[in-house]
């Protein structure tokens, strides 16, 4: 699974969290990889979703 970053964005507003597969091309290049419990503990944090695009949503909709 790979990671959105966080932190704040250009607009100075705080990004949103998405966890998508490995191979999303909607992935950020420079994304953290994560297992599937450090990604389910990531969709825990508010304003969080996974990426429907490559099918984390389903993958990991019935664990979060």
């Given at each position: 699974m790979e990671?959105?970053?966080d932190g704040t964005g250009r607009d100075g507003r705080p990004r949103r969290f998405v966890v998508?597969?490995?191979d999303c091309p909607e992935a950020p290049a420079d994304a953290?990889?994560?297992d599937?419990?450090?990604?389910l503990e990531v969709l825990r944090l508010p304003?969080?979703?996974a990426c429907s695009?490559?099918?984390a949503d389903v993958a990991l909709g019935p664990l979060a």
């Open positions: 990671g959105a970053t998508h597969v490995a953290s990889e994560l599937v419990f450090a990604a304003g969080a979703v695009e490559c099918g």
